[in-house]
């Protein structure tokens, strides 16, 4: 099993970043996933979260309006649209698949960095 995101990076102030989670070695489209993220010094926190079958997300009010979760499950990838960055979204980006099969079956990626600094 594989989740290996990729796309972080440096941006300034009011930028944008495309952040991609491609998955191997699972059914991905059996799999709810989300995006979570954790900086410095503060514990992990979800960010998004989207539903297997792509019908349902949520976000953190912190993001609303700003971050986009989708997946393609063709490409057993999923990703997260970053708008209008702050510096406090400066965090390591980690994505997660979960699914329930009378515990939960979770798997975590290894994270992208996002700094976001003028």
């Known amino acids: 099993v594989q989740l290996v995101e990729s796309g972080g990076g440096l941006v300034q102030p009011g930028g944008s970043l495309r952040l991609s989670c491609a998955a191997s070695?699972?059914?991905?489209?059996?799999?709810?996933m989300s995006w979570h993220r954790q900086a410095p010094g503060k514990e992990r926190e979800l960010v998004a979260g989207?539903?297997?079958?792509?019908?349902?997300?949520n976000y953190a009010d912190s993001v609303k309006g700003r971050f986009t979760i989708s997946r393609d499950d063709a490409k057993n990838t999923v990703y997260l649209q970053l708008n209008s960055l702050k510096p406090e979204d400066t965090a390591v980006y980690i994505c997660?698949?979960?699914?329930?099969?009378?515990?939960?079956?979770?798997?975590w990626g290894q994270g992208t960095q996002v700094t976001v600094s003028s």
């Open positions: 989207i539903s297997k079958a792509g019908d349902y997300t």
């Open positions: 070695g699972f059914t991905f489209s059996s799999f709810h």
């Open positions: 997660k698949a979960r699914r329930w099969v009378g515990q939960f079956e979770d798997y």
